[in-house]
């Protein structure tokens, strides 16, 4: 099911890491996390401004389009991987890197007001949460032997 690290010296066996498929099954929970949230953020927000149909309509829409930024990152990232033949991780790396300014400066720059802030931190760790089920968990502590 998970392949092993080609990237390991002297014969080492590197860990396991998920198969794409896999990944793309957690990243797509993420991604709906990232979009429940980022509606939430929005409503928060703008609750006390007299919030329209129409402006919740946006919020969806809005928060679709943070969504697909930080599902897209994922395979985007594998893609670039094996154009430029680099390692997925360093990929993967590079691309949360442009994808999140991305966000960030195009959140940052057509919103106004403090949910700004608060939707680009959003979008954000919803790619970094992507990335860090790349992580293994750690291994368990064995009980120490009785004598």
Known sequence: MGRRNSHSTRGETGPTVPSLASR?????????AVIVTDVGVGLMFNSGAGTTWTD???????ALA???????WLPVSVWLA?????????AEGLTLLGLGLL???????LLRGPDRVAQTV????????????????PAPKEPPRKR
């Open 56 to 62: 919740v309509a946006w919020m969806v829409v809005h």
């Open 66 to 72: 943070i969504g697909a930024v930080v599902f897209l």
């Open 24 to 32: 793309m099954g957690t990243h797509f929970t993420i991604t709906a």
């Open 103 to 109: 966000v960030a400066g195009a959140e940052l720059g």
């Open 82 to 90: 094996g154009r430029a033949h680099v390692p997925e991780v360093t």
């Open 122 to 137: 959003v979008a954000v760790a919803g790619m970094l949460a992507g990335w860090a089920m790349r992580i293994e968990p």
